[in-house]
């Protein structure tokens, strides 16, 4: 049973481009979350897509944008990159209907913009 | 300009000896926390959790601590093996259906021969 899967696993940027990041959530989860983990710091939540639509939204600029799709699939992209914006990225999958919150997550994608 | 990342608080601890982690967590309104496990290059791995209306739940090799009246958690790990060196992260959620986490800034735990 294949868990979350991210990719790229890694990328590099120019200041100023467009990236877009992929998500395959584990089987039988419908709901993804995206994370925002700096060098030595703790994930950060961005928002959190389920039935296609944006349900929540930590606190992170415009330029940050998602999508679902029906296969509940994910895509997160961001606009005008910072240097700032280097972190990893990681997507998490969960399934409305458990009762212990059991969110898995992928091994990330390594975001360098330069 | 560039962030800076913080530097982890770290706690070394020799195999076999049992390890304390510990966590101040933010929201009094939390009613759910989570332990992860991270190792490098890996994402957050769940350990054990405990909802607000407990005050001790125990797992395999592993004990979680909640102290609501000073928003503090703590994460034991019994007989502590190499296995177990990673950055453990302890994280709340405010309840609904949103599931949204706020994490902790981790610790880092090596465990020495």
């Known amino acids: 049973d294949a868990g979350v899967t991210q990719s790229p696993t890694h990328l590099i940027k120019t200041r100023g481009q467009q990236v877009t990041l992929r998500c395959s959530p584990k089987s039988g989860h419908d709901t993804v979350s995206w994370y925002q983990q700096a060098l030595g710091q703790g994930p950060q939540f961005i928002f959190q897509y389920y039935e296609e639509e944006e349900r929540q939204r930590g606190n992170f600029p415009d330029r940050f944008s998602g999508h679902q799709f029906p296969n509940y699939s994910s895509e997160l992209n961001v606009n005008a990159l910072l240097l700032g914006d280097s972190a990893l990225y990681l997507c998490a999958s969960s399934f409305p209907g458990q009762v212990d919150y059991g969110y898995t997550f992928g091994s990330g994608t390594r975001l360098t913009v330069v | 300009g560039e962030s800076v990342g913080l530097h982890l608080p770290t706690l070394s601890v020799q195999e076999g000896d049992n390890s304390i982690i510990n966590c101040a967590y933010s929201n009094s309104a939390s009613d759910y926390f989570i332990w992860y496990k991270q190792e490098s290059g890996k994402g957050p791995q769940f350990i054990i959790d405990?909802?607000?209306?407990?005050d001790k739940r125990q797992g395999q090799r592993v004990t979680v601590l909640l102290n609501k009246t000073v928003k503090h958690l703590s994460l034991q790990i019994a007989a502590t093996q190499p296995g177990d060196s990673a950055v453990y992260f302890c994280a709340e959620n405010i309840g609904g259906s949103a599931r949204q986490l706020t994490f902790g800034s981790g610790t880092q735990l090596t465990v020495l021969p």
């Open positions: 405990i909802r607000s209306n407990m």
